[in-house]
Structures are given as structure tokens and as C-alpha cells.
């Protein structure tokens, strides 16, 4: 059974950065891809950046230029920096996995992300 486990989330002005993180109990080598997906108050759960395993990637329109995902496969870690965060931004943030039998997909727990003055 896969788990993923993120931190990292928290409270940050407007402006400010944050950087997630994402640790999977096994290799993420078994991932086809992986991404980060939100969910704001009332609102759907959206995509906001994944990355394949060949290390392509891909952005909300509504993030690009300011959030970067990466991967880090010595320590089976994704990451998702984040920068100039607005308070649209906030939201509770959700690491995802989908094996390379490109069925089975994994979800954290999620972490809280809060743009506030």
C-alpha cells in the first residue's frame, strides 16, 4: 500500500513563498505521474501542476510563472514551490500518484495553505 504524506502548508502573507512537499513511502519510480492538485472552500478540487515521470510538466494557467513542481528521487519526494502567492492560492493542496499500470492512484492527506494579511 503506497502512502503519501504532505507538509509544508501554513499560514503566508500575500506575496510570500511556501514550498510543499511530498514523501512516498516507496520509490516514486512507480509513479507514472504525480502532481499536486487544491481545493478551495466550496469549490472543486483542481489540478494544479503534475509532472511525468520522464520529468515533464505541466500548470494551471492560473499558476504558471510563480509555482514550480518538482521531483526528487533519492529522498521519493515531490515538491511544489510556490512564490507570489495570492489569496486565491488558498486552499487545502493534495499530493497525487498514479502507478505505472495507470489505474491505481494514491491521494495524501492534504495540507492547508492560507494567503492572508
Known amino acids: 500500500q503506497v502512502q503519501l504524506v504532505e507538509s509544508g502548508g501554513g499560514l503566508v502573507q500575500p506575496g510570500g513563498s511556501l514550498r510543499l512537499s511530498c514523501a512516498a513511502s516507496?520509490?516514486?519510480?512507480?509513479?507514472?505521474?504525480m502532481g499536486w492538485y487544491r481545493q478551495a472552500s466550496g469549490k472543486q478540487r483542481e489540478l494544479v501542476a503534475g509532472?511525468?515521470?520522464?520529468?515533464?510538466?505541466n500548470y494551471a494557467d492560473s499558476v504558471k510563472g510563480r509555482f514550480t513542481i518538482s521531483r526528487y528521487t533519492a529522498k521519493n519526494t515531490l515538491y511544489l514551490q510556490m512564490s507570489s502567492l495570492k489569496p486565491e492560492d488558498t486552499a487545502v493542496y493534495y499530493c497525487?500518484?498514479?502507478?505505472?499500470?495507470?489505474?491505481?492512484?494514491?491521494w495524501g492527506q492534504g495540507t492547508q495553505v492560507t494567503v492572508s494579511s
Open positions: 509532472i511525468t515521470s520522464g520529468d515533464m510538466t
Open positions: 516507496g520509490s516514486i519510480f512507480s509513479f507514472k505521474t
Open positions: 497525487n500518484g498514479l502507478l505505472r499500470d495507470g489505474v491505481r492512484s494514491y
